[in-house]
């Protein structure tokens, strides 16, 4: 059973209603992940035991109570923020979701790094609950840096490209 834009929406009210400060929701082989501030305040790793998922409008209900979850195994953790060279525009995920470099597995990526890009141009998705996002240059430029590997869970704010842009 997939939720609905309108359930995840609730859900999300629910969260930031409450003082939780990470929430993971398992539904059907699809995880969402809230965490406030970033996920700055993580407590640290600790061994998953296997859980069962309960029904959505269970866990929508129990989220806010019950915060206490295993971390999510974590594909490519959070890198500390990089020094950012000056002039470069960054482009960061505006969500936590599964950073995707091409529009499908037998298409070229959106962008390598060399590639000029116009203020607009898709340069990569991010997928939350099989939802696509498409994310766009903000400005017109060269990507000078690709800073996430494909296929891998982003969190919100993190730094997905770096691209100069033209002198014009």
Known sequence: MALSFKEVAEILKLIDASDC?????ELDGTRLVVRRNGGATASP????????APPAREAARAAPAGAEAPPAPSASPVPAAPAVEAGLTEVR??????FYRRPSPDEPAFVEVG?????G???????????????EAPVAGTVEAI???DATLVEFNQLLFLIRPDDT
């Not at 400060?21 to 929701?25: A, C, D, G, M």
């Not at 790793?45 to 069962?52: L, S």
């Not at 995920?93 to 599964?98: E, F």
């Not at 141009?121 to 994310?135: A, G, H, N, S, W």
């Open 147 to 149: 800073q996430t590997e």
């Open 121 to 135: 141009d898709p340069v990569c998705l991010i997928e939350v609950m099989k939802l696509f996002t498409t994310i």
């Open 21 to 25: 400060e990470e929430v993971i929701l």
């Open 93 to 98: 995920a505006p969500m936590v979701g599964t």
């Open 45 to 52: 790793p600790r061994a998953e035991a296997p859980t069962a």
């Open 115 to 119: 590639a000029k890009v116009s203020a």
